[in-house]
């Protein structure tokens, strides 16, 4: 989707954390804002989502800017394993009918 | 639980030929679609089924590919005749209608036209 962006590549290395930028400015005040991840040879698997707070679990934090027109996935240590594209989604419509749109992904490598 | 099961994983095919990719959601999903993603690129809604109906299918490009849902389970996605513009991993996924906050994507269904 043209109107959520994201970074082409980005690097870290092993044991830091990693911030994973995304611009989602025409997004509306009911959508979601939902990423996924996605190795190789494998479909996209969920990381976090959020709509308006801040959201953390075991994988993540999601960052939500107060006017909700970006977001920041955040990897609080590096491993090898967490080498994959990154897709910021915006997820709107209702119970039924939700729609993903995926951004432009982010293919993000881990230096040993 | 088990997984949005597809098939066939890899698939070879030459152009004008045709192609059907079946996909088995995660039971008890109403929700189903499919979506194409060309390499390199992030994944693109063909198609969204709620049970046996179609939710939105303007991105799917009607004049070859068709898909069905007929009891509202598993799906078909058929490409007929292929063009080379065609090659792309077709990826199915499923969510439960009420909760929405986790969509599930099967392996994917590598297709390349020569």
């Known amino acids: 989707d043209a109107k959520t962006t994201q970074p082409n590549s980005m690097e870290s290395n092993e044991e830091e954390p990693v911030h994973l930028p995304c611009n989602h400015s025409?997004?509306?005040?009911?959508?979601?804002i939902h990423w996924y991840r996605q190795l190789p040879s494998q479909g996209p698997e969920y990381v976090i989502h959020?709509?308006?707070s801040n959201v953390n679990n075991r994988m993540a934090s999601l960052a939500i800017a107060e006017d909700r027109k970006s977001s920041t996935l955040i990897l609080h240590r590096a491993t090898l394993r967490d080498a994959a594209v990154y897709y910021c989604?915006?997820?709107?419509?209702?119970?039924?009918?939700?729609?993903?749109?995926f951004g432009t992904g982010t293919r993000l490598k881990v230096l040993a | 639980e088990a997984g949005v099961a597809q098939s066939p994983r890899y698939k070879i095919i030459e152009k004008r030929q045709s192609v059907a990719f079946w996909c088995n959601p995660i039971?008890?999903?109403?929700?189903l679609y499919w979506y194409q993603q060309i390499l390199g690129q992030g994944p693109k809604l063909l198609i969204q089924?709620?049970?046996?109906?179609?939710?939105?299918d303007s991105q799917l490009p009607k004049d070859r590919f068709s898909a069905e849902r007929l009891k509202g389970v598993d799906s078909t996605l058929k490409i007929q005749p292929a063009k080379l513009e065609d090659s792309a991993v077709y990826l199915c996924?499923?969510?439960?209608?009420?909760?929405?906050?986790?969509?599930?994507f099967g392996e994917g269904s590598w297709l390349t036209v020569v």
């Open positions: 989604i915006r997820r709107g419509g209702t119970s039924g009918t939700y729609k993903y749109i």
């Open positions: 025409t997004i509306s005040g009911t959508d979601y």
């Open positions: 959020g709509l308006t």
């Open positions: 039971s008890g999903h109403a929700t």
């Open positions: 089924f709620q049970n046996n109906g179609v939710v939105d």
């Open positions: 996924a499923s969510i439960a209608a009420v909760s929405g906050n986790t969509i599930y």
